[in-house]
């Protein structure tokens, strides 16, 4: 969820010589607590975010902050912080000038990483969710006929039940014991079978009747890890689908407080692309609402219950279907989604119930709603 900008100059005067701030307004009626602001340089007009902090003028506290080099040249260019606000009211941050050892810490629980010891996984997770997808090592091992390959652009969810984080601690249990993290120590397992499906948020072209899937991501960037946010880059071969040529890349991000990942996809060849949800053994239930723009679906797990979805803004969020076949893997719930400009932003992610997140059903669905309101009545800041 981004924050909708606006720039409130007081005067002609250098603005570099008088104390800044910006104005947060929470327009919505619930409070926002783990909604992500995005700054520039440009928007706070200073030259180094690094020394940029933001103070709360009603208890003189500063806030957590994340700079993030989104395109790689060792310049930061954004600033994250997750302002808290009550509903339907405003609040007013200081501009201030602060060194390294005067920033507030926090834990890095939105984190990140390329995994060559389990073949070739990029995995992600926040304090709530993690998910993993897989690389060109996993789709050769499976073309050559060698056990252990993964063939999948589907989007695999690990089910985590502890607010701290857990990828490198699984995958180092996995080198001394085979199959470590599908069993739950306390923590959570991967249990949540992926295959060819679309997991939890993995894309289809559709072309006709028929749904055509890319294979797995080719190259990846790490783009950031902290207290806020994690997002990398993951870009795919060229494919086909049913005689258009399909190119696709993508930044995958993960804020803090969120069960849901954003998902800004570049496409070319198509004017629509289907966002899916595994429908594993066919015994849960889809929903959906167009208006609000998801489809989830509920359905049982194991010892516990988990709900998936798909999100998007409006205007991007076109229709819900379910697409049920007797091949396995390929039944999945949809989400059309419109293209535009060569791009489009969904959201996508779980809930599982053993995390005692959600209560039920209505509860997963309550979420979503919220969460929908909330990315399209975004924080509204403006620079005084």
């Known amino acids: 969820m981004t924050a909708i900008l606006s720039i409130s100059l007081l005067s002609s005067c250098n603005q570099e010589d008088k104390t800044k701030s910006i104005l947060v307004k929470n327009n919505l009626d619930f409070d926002k607590t783990f909604e992500t602001i995005e700054l520039t340089k440009q928007f706070l007009n200073v030259t180094d975010l690094n020394t940029v902090g933001f103070l709360d003028k009603k208890n003189n506290q500063l806030q957590i902050t994340q700079t993030v080099d989104s395109d790689g040249d060792g310049i930061m ?72 390959g993964t063939l999948s652009s589907g989007v695999d969810a690990w089910l985590k039940r502890v607010e701290y984080p857990i990828i490198n601690e699984w995958y180092k249990g996995n080198d001394t014991e085979h199959g470590y993290y599908h069993h739950d120590h306390g923590q959570g397992l991967d249990n949540f079978h992926v295959g060819t499906s679309r997991g939890v948020g993995g894309i289809a072209v559709k072309v006709d009747t028929t749904f055509y899937l890319s294979k797995n991501y080719t190259k990846w960037r790490t783009i950031t890890t902290g207290p806020i946010r994690t997002s990398f880059y993951l870009e795919y071969e060229n494919w086909e689908a049913g005689g258009k040529h399909i190119k696709e890349s993508k930044i995958v991000s993960l804020d803090l407080g969120h069960n849901l990942s954003k998902f800004n996809t570049s496409i070319e060849g198509t004017k629509t692309i289907h966002a899916g949800l595994t429908l594993h053994e066919k015994d849960g239930v889809v929903t959906g609402n167009n208006k609000k723009g998801w489809v989830s679906y509920w359905q049982p797990h194991a010892d516990s219950e988990i709900g998936t979805a798909i999100l998007a803004p409006k205007g991007t969020f076109k229709n819900y279907e379910t697409y049920d076949t007797e091949r396995r893997d390929l039944s999945n719930a949809y989400a059309e989604l419109n293209v ?36 399209n009545n975004p924080l509204v800041v403006t620079l005084r």
């Open 77 to 148: 260019d954004e600033i994250l912080f997750q302002p808290k606000i009550e509903a339907n009211t405003e609040k007013t941050y200081d501009i201030v000038t602060v060194t390294e050892n005067e920033k507030p810490q926090a834990e890095d629980l939105c984190y990140s990483r390329f995994v060559p010891e389990r073949t070739d996984d990029y995995t992600w997770e926040n304090n709530k969710v993690a998910f993993r997808v897989y690389g060109p090592v996993a789709q050769k091992m499976i073309e050559e006929g060698i056990r252990g």
């Open 340 to 375: 535009k400009d060569n791009n489009v932003v969904y959201y996508a992610g779980f809930g599982w119930l053993k995390s005692k997140q959600f209560k039920d059903k209505e509860d997963w669905e309550n979420y979503l709603n919220q969460f929908s309101r909330q990315i």
